[in-house]
């Protein structure tokens, strides 16, 4: 597979792994819901590489389908790069606008790609798939950029999105009538790979079903004709057939029937032959709709009529925010972001955006479930100032509706949760006692690191509930459930605390029996044997920071 070099790329091939841990900080105020959750829909404001890092303790391999629409790498949009890596000359390239005379643009946009896109596959289900909104300037470079993280065997398409209704008679060469959504699974089901993800069919329209009627009155319901002769020609299918009305005809030139002469009266007597009203027409074979595929194959080619363009973006944008002016050029559609949830998740599922701009995959998820009753889950990720002015309010406004406009009078109802990045969670400022995380925060983060799961607030709340792994204390808790171990940890955001607290026996005693799986338990230090803890079942893992030794 040919590999596409870049300027910076053996700086950033792995700098996600380098991104620190950041906290993601609730805010009420902001938020839509009577209590604020991770396990909501989200809006997090901040810089996405950042908070896709934040997201992986609570949301790796749980994203069903991500939807992004990042720079399309003009030379018109003003995005700079920002990304601290470590390397002088990317040091350089630190906040400066990312124009069409830069030499080095298309360096700087696939630097900023690869790490983004690498953990965006981390948080992707093994069943789900990305789809990227771009256009001509980078998605040469972005098939070979997606080829080597996801690999050239799990591209699907690149499907063909008419973005506009009518021609721009000004343009120089041609005028510019579409984008492209690149498609991408994270595992394609093919050969011996058995499971991955599997697009569903789109829902048939009513004008398809209009097609069907019933001529004839038969009891089987509404039908409509179709070509009783094939193009494959087969000397037995190419026999002569009286008409009721006296008429002999033959099969087209080159062409045969589709079945035997057997077969042919096999169908007359079971009334699925069809002469015309006038029973002078040739054969056709009665296709009824109740035999129908109940869903449509998607194609490639995604016409303006059935999934909006940007203009109709545009307007949608003015309904909701009449009294301001909007930063977006091209906004795309909620309707073609619904188009790509329907074919790619189902009523449970978890969709992801994490360059979420006026909020489009919101208002498309909350319409969705509107529709069907679905429990669609969205994610956001916006970094810009406008995250709560404009992305989430745009979102309270799809939720409650609004009235002096013509289409979203009435809200599709929900909730979500708002949070921005807060301090990375970082042992040298934990060891000074500066910044210390929540207790969930450290938790999803410890359970993360240490087991390499997803951390399941599920699993949590079910052990709980049982009362098997209820502690006493409430800085020693349960913390999820990995192949290998339970996982415990005794933890306060409180400096004199940690330095003054260790597994002792009452506590390692208090977690009872064990049920066949090791306890892994953090903790500033132990005040017990490792001969005991072993006759308990319990492994003791020092909190990643020497915090005991300290000196008050």
């Known amino acids: 597979m040919p590999i596409l070099n870049f300027k910076g790329k053996s700086f950033v091939h792995n700098h996600h ?32 590489l950042k908070a896709l890092k934040a997201l992986l303790p609570t949301y790796a391999g749980k994203i069903k389908c991500i939807y992004i629409d990042p720079p399309y790498n003009t030379g018109n949009e ?32 696939l630097c900023m790609m690869m790490p983004r896109l690498k953990l965006l596959r981390e948080l992707l289900a093994e069943d789900g798939a990305i789809f990227i909104s771009i256009d001509d300037n980078e998605q040469h470079n972005l098939r070979c950029l997606m080829d080597e993280i996801f690999g050239s065997n799990n591209f699907i398409t690149n499907i063909i999105w008419q973005k506009k209704y009518s021609p721009q008679n000004d343009a120089k060469y041609f005028s510019d009538m579409h984008d492209f959504v690149l498609c991408y699974a994270k595992n394609k089901i093919e050969g011996e790979v058995k ?38 020609y087969s000397k037995e299918y190419d026999y002569p057939i009286e008409l009721p009305s006296g008429r002999i005809v033959n099969p087209p030139q080159g062409r045969s029937w589709s079945t035997s002469e057997q077969n042919f009266k096999e169908l007359i007597k079971d009334n699925r032959i069809w002469f015309g009203t006038k029973d002078d027409s040739v054969p056709s074979v009665k296709k009824f709709l109740t035999e129908v ?12 009529s059935e999934v909006g363009h940007n203009q109709q973006a545009k307007q949608d944008l003015k309904e909701f925010f009449s009294e301001i002016a909007l930063p977006f050029d091209t906004p795309k559609p909620y309707t073609l972001i619904k188009r790509i949830i329907q074919l790619s998740s189902h009523s449970n599922d978890i969709i992801l955006d994490s360059f979420a701009g006026s909020g489009t995959t919101a208002h498309a998820v909350l319409n969705l479930n509107k529709e069907d009753n679905g429990n669609r889950k969205f994610i956001l990720v916006e970094m810009e100032d406008y995250a709560n002015d404009i992305t989430a309010e745009r979102v309270r406004r799809v939720i409650k509706g609004v009235p002096t406009s013509k289409n979203f009078k009435e809200g599709t109802g929900g909730t979500f949760s708002y949070f921005e990045l807060g301090e990375p969670i970082e042992m040298e400022s934990i060891l000074r006692g500066e910044n210390l995380p929540s207790f969930e925060e450290f938790a999803k983060y410890l359970f993360y690191t240490a087991t390499g799961e997803e951390f399941d607030n599920s699993v949590v709340s079910n052990k709980l509930k049982s009362g098997k792994l209820i502690s006493n204390d409430e800085n020693f808790k349960f913390i999820g459930e990995s192949r290998d171990y339970e996982v415990f940890l005794i933890y306060k955001p409180d400096i004199d605390y940690l330095k003054s607290t260790a597994l002792t026996l009452d506590r390692a005693k208090s977690l009872g029996k064990h049920n066949g799986k090791k306890r892994l ?12 803890l072993t006759d308990l079942r319990i492994e003791f893992s020092q909190l990643p920071f020497e915090i005991y030794k300290l000196k008050s």
Do not use: C
């Open 17 to 48: 792994l380098a991104v620190k841990y950041h906290q993601l900080v609730p805010k009420k105020d902001k938020s839509l819901t009577d209590k604020v959750s991770l396990y909501d829909n989200l809006i997090v404001q901040g810089d996405n």
């Open 78 to 109: 003003g995005w700079a790069y920002n990304d601290k890596v470590n390397s002088p000359m990317m040091r350089e390239w630190l906040g400066n606008v990312v124009d069409k005379d830069d030499l080095t643009r298309h360096d700087k946009w």
């Open 195 to 232: 499971f991955g993800w599997q697009r569903n069919l789109l829902e048939r329209t009513e004008e398809m079903n209009k097609r069907y009627s019933n001529p004839d009155n038969d009891h089987r319901g509404v039908w409509k004709s179709s070509d009783f002769s094939v193009k494959t």
């Open 293 to 304: 595929k109940q869903g449509i194959v998607p194609v490639t080619i995604w016409n303006y």
């Open 521 to 532: 338990v953090f903790a500033p230090a132990k005040f017990v044997d490792n001969h005991t």
